[in-house]
């Protein structure tokens, strides 16, 4: 049977952040998923901490670490670290980010034509960051008939002020739909598509060719910026976006799209690619069937497979499967919530108030706060005894209990830092006590 | 029981049909399709599968509407999935949406007489034992261009495509011939000394020295093989819709092979199709729920998944010799199915010297018969084309891969000899005994 | 368009019965107008299984309602085939079912004209895989689904070309009664808040449980019973055919395949006020509990969302003549001829259900034309409505074959769900612009599926920005009145016909349908569909920022709003 000295299961920004970070210090780590969801959902960016009324991410970290029941109140330390560790790999990746806990958290444009607060994002998407000076327009472009990317509805809702939500704005937005060559026969058109297409490097020819000549001719030579859709490139992104850059009269940013996210998948791709050259192992399409406990400790993982279970022998088990929207937690129609791998306790609103009345109250639905309690290493605890439920399982991610990720737009900065947490705790190097005692830390020590 | 029996059951299997109610929409299986990746003909696993599941009738009412459209499952683009298996694995939410699609076509077929070439590249026990007997004229005909171009124009078979040469002789025929054991033994080893080989249809007709590797491979390790009677597994009838004939296979082998089954015996296979077959798909796609079923897929192994496990019980000989070269390696789409990793990977980290390399690439674009035909060819080659580039990149001279229509694909498509893992732990063990 | 003088006939309410009153009254020659407060097909009519009745839930209890449904289906088949899928449906008896019910089923049916076979359990479980093995005697009838959006709108257009007029989001609000006749009838436009009248001779209200509402304005009494009926969407058809158990009717002893989703029903609750109820988890379990004596596996499968309909049902006076709702509370129909209560030109036509809705309609003008002195007789029943394709019944796989034959992929499907293409998106609003997207919902399922508007609420709120920026310059100053007429006026007070105008509005559209279609998931949130909301507002809020926009921090609803959220 195969053994790891970690088991880590779940292909999100904590899996990831743990297994990299784990992989780099030498452990024998194996990431599981049973697929992909997080990372190609999400808008790609780096939500470390932008609560209403936050200035900077840090001030953002320090907000919520406040509050007692949030994970920042013991992962706040982590999020510089683990964020500026990441950021750094990911460039090395040819995937540079932009922005750290000290820049200023500003409004960028969506694809449905309102804003959102961001402050560490892509460099593709970097452009939207800067403050808008007096003479500035924004031109939204993008390929004509496209069903994701509507660039005259966008600009009419850009151009109200209301959506700014009072931070400085562009004095005029202007759509432009382009006709890209042969789009119109295209039977599948969507953000893949688009993505690949601009892979090509002579379809992208044409395609920049003409998307340059419409902005020109809309913005009349004035300063300003175009917004476009977050399809440039996808395994030759690096390049596409080069070129873009060189090729249009504005400075340009992407604008993420409804899933599939490209610069989410272009993350996951960076991350995986660090991982495997690390010496890390990935598994995706790995449905867990059990996890064996043995004398309050995971002695294994065992997957389900076309017959007999595939095990692996572990040391550690790092779960970042997700909250409710990535799966790891499951609701029941009893009003159960269930941790569905280990049985974890679950932290979670009365049944009856899970979900507020409207769809869409600014205060966010309760439910969104349930998740795992853990103590400060992260360990699952048993709220009978208050203590670890299991001595070398810890906890990553969405399933932290305590975090309002939405409004507070703090997920991918909990996943981070406490996926980093977890390889910290797991390694014999730091200044922490190591949980793992057995192969991994004789084996990194020696 | 009629085809169509068959058929709607399988497609009422809660496993299949009902996992389209995990589906979120999300997308994300898109975002693994080699064959959406390579053509605007296939509308995307998403698409064909979860979406059109909902407008495929669930039981086996009167189909209403105008005649024209009397079919159970009108979505004709989904005879482009090459069923590689990708989209279920990146999904999120667990739909089995390539078995779906493979349900799909078979109710595409549903009540319609097969092509002639869908029924002959099912029959690959009759073409292979046809091709041996005839070797020579056999292998120069499909060498021969003219004549491959008049077959593309007639049967439909892509003149380029990659087809094997026949043996001179069939395993089997070479394996009774020198006294192997069958099976007819009236003391055969035990099952701790000796294991049942399933060396199916490449094997046998096309590459009996991966058989012989195997064979030898298991010797060292401390097996005995048995050969018993045995016929296709049934897989590429079931890829090209002939269920009723694939069922008739699957249970001429599960009634040979449970009893070797039940008394302990475990089956192993070189080809990772035949061994996915016996695993999952008779229950799957043909909806065979018998004991002798079940028995057989629980005692099946890859062979490199037995010979791994033989090593983490430290009971495999790992005496191999230095072979000093870069191997690029292929994972076919096919050992992802069986959810076992990568197990020849972890056999050539034993072998000094060896560099393998995983290629990394998600479909050589082959699939069975899929790349095979006239229509599908050029997807194919599309959707291998960067493993072709990352082989011949490599300098190697030699790669490998476990399934045998990756190996011919690979072979074609780059000039590069492609070998089976087992040969090359093969050559391991030579080269270890040459060194002593 | 705008409110016409005078009519013949006002007819309240935009259900199955009134536009088949409408219909029946214009082919006999009257003009007629119907007046609808909210869509079309947004009060009982839409809030239904879908069951087009063979009549065997009624055969123990009620042989007449029986007979009109079996009647009334034989008729829509024919004159409305592009509604009706053809499922055919069974009576089947569980295990604890009790005897006397099951023996006499069979008999029954023949004694009230409905036709019946016993078929063998194991072929029905060959046919229906899905149902309980352990069902102990299964009958087959000729019930059915209908889809009642398209039927409503068949029915008004047949009435249209027959010179009668329909108008939506009109509400009566009250009544000028001279010498004990209806003269006149005032309405309120609920969008814009324009007062119209309308001169009439005569009033039918086919208001169904709003049917004492209405009354009142003329100050006459009506009592209605409302029952609420909730009902579960499942997300894929476990049955291709309509499944009721064989007992006396009961909560969740239904299962209708409509279209691409499976309909449990239903509840029956009295509520004192039609407008307002709510569905309780209570009401969800009862459902799952009683449809997985029919269904085993049912509580493994998915629900997209509940709703519920009130049923019209109808409390006579306890001192009724015999004939006019002789039990305590009927379901079979009532015409209610107020000149009893001293208005002459009025009647309600209450109770009936969605089957027997041309029977009901027929027999309602009769009375009318009666008093008219009209002598045109029915036609109804013969005449084959318009836009009825090839006259073939629905197919479930008909969008994927059309779709498939226009190239297929995933280019123009706004929402890939349903399979509803831009062309299909873009026909519905050339027919009915203005319109809000639940509108558009009715006329083409869009945000029907498993998503429930994640991935199709802001592609069809992107195609009515476009449609809103490109009218504005060709046709002027009319244009300018669309939004309010959508009752989409801009919150925010910009410049009428301006981008920025038609942003507000289009976010406003896309907030409204989202808040819509959560409202169905919210008592049914649980396994993958809460993940699925969980996963849509993560798009919605975390990607594109719907919090910032402008009118997206939604207002308390009014109840007005809540009602017009809509069934499925």
């Known amino acids: 049977m195969p053994h790891a000295d970690v088991v880590v299961i779940g292909a999100g920004l904590a899996g990831l952040t743990a297994a990299a970070r784990l992989a780099e210090a030498g452990a024998a780590v194996t990431l599981v998923a049973k697929g992909h969801a997080s990372t190609h959902w999400g808008a790609g960016g780096i939500d470390v901490a932008q609560p209403d009324g936050a200035r900077t991410p840090a001030e953002g970290v320090a907000r919520l670490a406040a509050l007692d029941a949030h994970p920042y109140a013991f992962l706040g330390g982590d999020v510089e670290p683990a964020v500026a560790w990441l950021t750094k790999h990911l460039a090395a990746s040819g995937l540079p980010y932009v922005g750290t806990l000290e820049t200023p958290i500003r409004r960028v444009p969506t694809a449905i034509g309102g804003t959102r607060r961001v402050a560490i994002v892509p460099d593709a998407q970097s452009a939207a960051l800067a403050p808008w000076e007096p003479d500035e327009i924004l031109v939204v472009a993008g390929p004509a008939g496209y069903k994701d990317f509507w660039p005259a509805a966008i600009a009419d809702s850009l151009a109200r002020e209301s959506v700014w939500q009072g931070a400085d704005r562009p004095t005029r937005v202007v759509g432009v739909a382009v006709e890209l060559a042969g789009l119109a026969s295209r039977n599948n058109l969507n953000a893949l598509e688009l993505a690949r297409r601009f892979d090509d490097p002579a379809l992208r020819a044409d395609d920049l060719d003409r998307i340059a000549r419409a902005v020109a001719r809309v913005s009349g030579g004035r300063r300003g910026r175009v917004a476009l859709p977050a399809v440039f490139g996808l395994d030759g992104h690096a390049e596409t976006w080069a070129e873009t850059r060189a090729r249009l009269p504005l400075r340009p940013f992407e604008v993420p799209l409804v899933p599939p996210s490209i610069p989410g998948i272009r993350l996951w791709r960076a991350l995986r690619g660090r991982i495997r050259a690390a010496g890390g192992r990935i598994e995706v399409g790995e449905m867990v069937a059990r996890i064996e406990v043995e004398h309050g400790r995971v002695i294994a993982v065992e997957m389900e497979a076309a017959t007999r279970s595939h095990r692996i022998r572990t040391d550690a088990v790092v779960l970042a499967t997700g909250g409710i929207a990535g799966g790891g937690l499951v609701a029941t129609g009893e009003g159960e919530l269930v941790e569905p791998l280990l049985g974890l306790t679950v932290d979670a609103p009365a049944f009856d108030d899970w979900l507020l009345r409207e769809a869409l109250d600014p205060a966010g639905h309760p439910l969104e706060a349930a998740g795992v309690r853990t103590d400060h290493g992260l360990h699952p605890l048993d709220p009978a005894t208050g203590r670890a439920a299991l001595a070398n399982v810890l906890v990553a991610g969405a399933m932290l209990a305590g975090q309002r990720a939405l409004r507070e737009r703090c997920g991918d900065g909990v996943a981070i830092a406490s996926g980093w947490r977890a390889a910290q705790e797991l390694l014999p190097d730091t200044t922490r006590t190591p949980v793992g005692q057995g192969p991994l830390a004789t084996r990194i020590e020696s | 029981m009629t085809i169509a029996d068959i058929i709607r059951e399988a497609a009422l299997d809660p496993h299949v049909s009902s996992s389209a109610d995990e589906c979120l929409k999300c997308n994300v299986c898109n975002t693994v399709c080699p064959v959406l990746r390579v053509t605007d003909l296939f509308a995307g696993p998403k698409y064909e599968g979860p979406q059109a599941q909902r407008f495929r009738m669930a039981g086996g009412q009167q189909i209403q509407g105008p005649a024209s459209t009397h079919v159970a499952s009108p979505d004709h683009s989904v005879d482009y999935c090459s069923g590689c298996g990708w989209c279920t694995t990146a999904c999120p939410a667990g739909v089995k949406i390539a078995e779906m699609n493979n349900q799909a076509r078979g109710r595409l077929r549903e009540g319609k007489r097969p092509k002639l070439r869908d029924w002959g590249l099912g029959q690959t026990d009759l073409t292979g034992s046809l091709g041996v007997a005839f070797s020579p004229l056999a292998n120069f005909v499909m060498a021969n261009g003219p004549i491959r171009a008049l077959i593309e124009a007639t049967i439909g078979i892509h003149r380029k495509a990659p087809v094997p040469k026949w043996a001179k002789r069939s395993f089997r025929s070479t394996w009774k011939r020198r006294g192997g054991e069958t099976g007819a033994s009236a003391s055969l080893p035990g099952p701790d000394k000796a294991i049942v080989f399933f060396h199916g249809c490449a094997a046998n007709y096309y590459e009996p020295h991966v058989a012989e590797a195997a064979v030898a491979v298991l010797k060292r390790n401390g097996f005995e093989t048995i050969v018993p009677e045995q016929v296709c597994c049934g897989l590429p009838l079931i890829s090209n819709g002939l269920y009723d004939e694939a069922r008739e296979r699957a249970c001429t082998n599960t009634k040979v092979l449970a009893g070797y089954a039940r008394a302990g015996y475990r089956i192993i296979g070189t080809s990772t199709s035949c061994t996915h077959t016996f695993k999952a798909e008779y229950e799957e796609m043909l909806d065979l729920h018998d004991d002798d079923t079940k028995v057989v897929a629980g005692a099946t192994w890859d062979i490199c998944e037995f010979l791994l496990d033989l090593h983490d019980q430290g009971r495999l000989d790992t005496g191999f010799g230095r072979l000093d070269e870069d191997l690029p390696y292929h994972a076919p789409c096919q050992l992802r199915s069986h959810g076992i990793g990568l197990p020849a990977l972890d056999l050539f980290a034993l072998v000094p010297g060896l560099r393998a390399t995983d290629m990394d690439h998600d479909c050589c674009g082959i699939a069975g018969t899929y790349g095979l035909k006239r229509e599908k060819y050029d997807i194919a080659m599309k959707v291998g084309a960067p493993l072709f580039e990352k082989v011949k990149a490599s300098g190697a001279t030699t790669a490998a891969c476990d399934s045998e229509t990756c190996r011919w694909q690979i072979e074609v498509a780059t000039g590069v000899r492609t070998r089976h893992p087992v040969e090359i732990l093969f050559d391991a063990y030579a080269a270890g005994d040459a060194a002593r | ?568």
């Open chain 3, 1 to 568: 368009m705008t409110v016409p003088h005078t009519a013949d006939v006002l007819v309240i309410g935009g259900g199955a019965t009134g536009a088949g009153v409408l219909r029946d009254l214009a082919r006999r020659g009257l003009r007629g107008l119907l007046v609808e407060r909210g869509d079309y097909g947004t009060g009982t009519t839409g809030r239904y299984h879908g069951l087009l009745h063979s009549g065997g839930r009624y055969v123990q209890k009620d042989q007449l309602a029986a007979r009109e449904c079996i009647t009334e289906n034989r008729v829509l088949r024919r004159i409305a085939p592009a509604s009706v899928e053809a499922t055919g449906g069974y009576f089947v008896a569980a295990p604890d079912d009790p005897d006397d019910y099951v023996l006499a089923f069979a008999d029954n049916c023949n004694a009230s004209g409905v036709d019946c076979d016993e078929i063998r359990v194991a072929d029905l479980l060959l046919k229906e895989p899905a149902l309980n093995p352990r069902i102990r005697r299964a009958f087959r009838v000729p019930d059915g689904s209908i889809e009642p959006w398209q039927l409503i709108e068949a029915t008004l257009a047949d009435a249209r070309l027959h010179g009668s007029e329909a108008l939506s989001y009109q509400r009566v609000i009250g009544f000028e009664v001279q010498g004990g006749r209806i003269v006149a009838a005032t309405l309120r436009n609920e969008r814009d808040g324009t007062i119209s009248r309308v001169w009439t001779k005569f009033v039918v209200s086919a208001s169904g449980a709003w049917a004492g509402q209405i009354a009142a304005l003329a100050n006459v009494e009506v009592t209605m019973t409302p029952g609420k009926g909730t009902m579960l969407v499942y997300n894929q058809r476990m049955t291709d055919a309509v499944i009721n158990r064989c007992h006396k009717s009961s909560d969740g002893d239904i299962m209708v395949p409509v279209h691409t989703v499976a309909i449990l029903g239903t509840t029956d609750i009295k509520v004192p006020d039609p407008d307002d109820y709510d569905i309780t988890r209570e009401e969800v379990a009862r459902l799952v509990s009683e449809g997985t004596k029919m269904f085993p596996d049912l509580p493994r499968m998915r629900i997209l969302r509940a709703y519920a309909g009130v049923r019209p049902l109808y409390q006579p006076p306890a001192d009724a003549a015999p004939g006019v709702g002789n039990r305590s509370i009927s379901r079979a129909h009532a015409i209610l001829d107020h000149g009893d209560q001293g208005v002459e030109n009025f009647v309600s036509i209450v109770g009936g259900k969605l089957t027997t809705h041309r029977l009901m309609a027929e027999q309602t003008v009769d009375v009318v034309a009666a008093k008219l002195g009209i002598t045109t007789p029915c036609t109804t029943a013969d005449e084959v409505l318009p836009d009825q394709g090839g006259g073939h019944t629905y197919w479930l796989g008909h969008r994927l074959a059309d779709h498939e034959a226009d190239g297929g992929g995933d280019a123009n499907l706004l929402c890939e769900c349903e399979l509803v293409t831009r062309k299909m998106v873009d026909g519905y609003l050339d027919r009915h612009w203005p319109c809000t997207i639940d509108d558009i919902r009715r006329g083409t399922r869009v945000g029907m599926g498993p998503c429930q508007g994640a991935f199709c609420t802001f592609r069809v709120a992107g195609l009515v920005a476009e449609r809103l920026d490109a009218q504005t310059p060709s046709t002027g100053a009319s244009a300018a009145g669309a939004p309010a007429a959508m009752g989409l006026e801009d919150p925010d007070g910009h410049q009428p016909g301006s981008g920025a105008a038609h942003a507000a509005i289009a976010d406003r559209a896309l907030t409204a349908f989202l808040r819509e279609r959560f409202k169905g998931t919210k008592p049914i949130a649980q396994g993958r569909q809460l993940q699925e909301l969980m996963m849509t507002n993560g798009i919605y809020v975390g990607v594109m920022g719907l919090d910032s926009m402008a009118s997206a921090p939604a207002p308390a609803p009014t109840r007005d709003e809540e009602l017009s959220d809509a069934a499925r």
